[in-house]
């Protein structure tokens, strides 16, 4: 009787330990969090092409990173800068849900963005200054589609620290 | 002396009848012997709205001259000296030509209910200062002139005067709200539907939280405040046995990590589908790490473009930390992220979070907000 204590006792210590080891508990966490770089992946109210989101996805797959999809929302200059813009909330949280959906496929994790500006240019500035990262995928913008004009482009590349990529427009 | 009661007619923009009901509850008030005047009235050249008008005492307008021009405004002094029982004045957010006695007609009308008067009176929704922006960037277009919000929670009556925005539409079609030669101007710009549908969203909102403040009774609710009415305001409150609150608010317990973005956009979307207010909670354990100070910034980011509130408390114990903000708050609805997995020791020794905030926080929903990386895992298995 007394041997089948002291081996139920065991069994509970040794149960225990292993149940508030931080080790155990690190490996059980969900891996929200890559070990690898950061891939910054800007984009507007249009959203981003699902050619420019799958480069941006197998970058950040391949270099074992995170995802940042940042929605860029324009403020109009007659409200205050941080004022609550609930129509583009509603643009901008279908397109993070799909980004974060689309990341999920391809095993990516997110961490996802809203950055605020008078133009998607403040706004892009406002994004460097923000984040840390260690690539920049832009997609370039033709006849009016989503991606950014060559001017804004221009200014990343000039201002912007870090690896930037910059996706041609399909069909260019 | 008591000071008058106000009664407030809401309207989600022009021409949706708050002068017209206004002047129709006016009459009604006049034919059961009550001393009624037109303290101010905007008919807009509307013969409707000015039929309505016939028969009420009207006070003379003052005549002011400012920047060259002669401009009619109310005559405070003349609406204070005649002291009826109940006076009328349109516009409550109209900005009072400089050298009046306020700058505001809402700061003329406090001064004529402080002298014992009651007014009943006229605004639309895009004027509330706390709606403003939202309203703007609803709709595109910035309304200058508003009025506090205390105003309204602080009147005795508020009635709004709903309409569907087709009818709006009909209404202004068929001339009886601007001139034809404006009519073509305000289909193109302000007058859409669904700048009128968003409108009428918000002003019904802001109705059905008014009314649940009113029921609730606050500490000064026996005491009758500047704009109280003379009966107390309790008085004016609905049983406080009655059905609870109908508004919802709604909760988003996080820590500052990735994953509590997705947290908040699902309890956003929730908070959007109730017509509810937002509050984000992070319960601080310890002083927060670079990485989690980064995390909360962009939770700050995020929640300031929601329109959410976003709110660090300190403390050890998670479940009474938030059993304090929820009640506090008035939350109805708490979301949480997928907890942690669990040792079975563990289990044993402690329920789970989710178990112990259902057992603290009694008639608060609660969900449980999928892990997308959970699901991953478990195909992959």
């Not at chain 1, 980004?99 to 605020?116: C, G, K, L």
């Not at chain 2, 087709?166 to 700048?195: H, W």
């Not at chain 2, 969900?367 to 992959?380: G, Y």
């Amino acid at each position: 009787m007394i041997v089948l204590v002291v081996i139920l006792a065991a069994a509970v210590v040794a149960l225990s330990i292993r149940s508030f080891s931080p080790q155990r508990r690190r490996q059980e966490e969900p891996a929200a969090v890559a070990l690898g770089g950061r891939v910054l992946f800007p984009f507007g109210a249009a959203g981003p092409t699902s050619r420019a989101l799958d480069v941006a996805l197998r970058l950040a797959r391949n270099e074992s990173g995170t995802l940042v999809p940042v929605f860029l929302a324009r403020v109009a200059l007659d409200l205050p800068l941080d004022a609550p813009l609930p129509r583009q909330s509603r643009i901008a949280i279908p397109l993070q849900e799909a980004v974060e959906q689309r990341a999920a496929s391809f095993e990516v994790p997110v961490d996802a963005r809203i950055e605020r500006g008078r133009s998607y240019r403040h706004a892009l500035r406002q994004m460097i200054v923000h984040e840390h990262y260690d690539r920049l995928v832009i997609a370039a913008r033709v006849n009016g589609g989503g991606g950014f004009d060559a001017e804004d482009i221009a200014w990343l590349l000039r201002n912007a620290p870090g690896e930037i990529i910059v996706l041609r427009p399909s069909g260019s | 002396m008591p000071p008058g009661r106000h009664k407030i007619f809401l309207g989600m923009v022009a021409g949706v009848g708050k002068t017209y009901r206004m002047l129709q509850e006016g009459q009604a008030e006049a034919e059961a012997g009550h001393d009624v005047v037109l303290g101010y009235l905007e008919p807009h050249d509307r013969p409707a709205t000015l039929a309505q008008a016939d028969g009420l005492e009207v006070l003379p307008r003052r005549g002011i001259t400012y920047r060259g021009n002669r401009v009619e405004e109310m005559d405070l002094p003349g609406i204070l000296s005649r002291a009826p029982e109940l006076c009328l004045i349109d516009e409550l957010a109209h900005t009072n030509a400089p050298g009046l006695e306020h700058e505001k007609r809402w700061q003329d009308v406090e001064e004529v209910l402080g002298a014992g008067i009651d007014v009943y009176s006229t605004v639309n929704i895009q004027h509330l200062e706390s709606l403003n922006d939202q309203l703007t960037e609803l709709t595109g277009i910035r309304v200058r002139e508003t009025i506090p919000d205390a105003l309204l929670t602080e009147a005795e009556e508020v009635v709004l005067i709903d309409i569907t925005p087709r009818s709006l539409i009909e209404r202004l079609q068929a001339g009886k709200i601007y001139k034809p030669d404006a009519i073509q101007s305000a289909l193109d710009n302000f007058f859409k539907v669904e700048n009128l549908s968003a409108l009428r969203e918000v002003a019904l909102r802001q109705v059905a939280q008014d009314v649940e403040a009113k029921r609730i009774p606050s500490a000064d609710s026996v005491t009758p405040g500047a704009l109280g009415g003379s009966r107390p305001r309790d008085e004016r409150l609905l049983d406080t046995a009655a059905p609870q609150a109908f508004s919802e608010r709604l909760l988003a317990l996080i820590t500052p990590h990735p994953r509590a973005q997705r947290i908040v956009r699902r309890t956003w979307r929730s908070a959007q589908r109730l017509g509810a207010e937002l509050d984000i909670l992070w319960v601080a354990t310890r002083e927060p790490t670079t990485e989690q100070q980064e995390q909360l910034e962009a939770l700050r980011r995020l929640a300031s473009v929601l329109g959410a509130h976003l709110l660090v408390e300190r403390g050890d114990d998670i479940v009474a930390v938030v059993q304090r903000v929820a009640r506090e708050r008035g939350t109805t609805y708490l979301l949480i992220g997928t907890p942690s997995p669990r040792g079975p020791i563990e289990r044993l020794l402690r329920p789970s979070l989710d178990h112990r905030l259902l057992r603290a926080l009694p008639g608060v929903d609660l969900r449980i907000v999928a892990d997308r990386t959970l699901i991953r895992k478990e195909k992959s298995k």
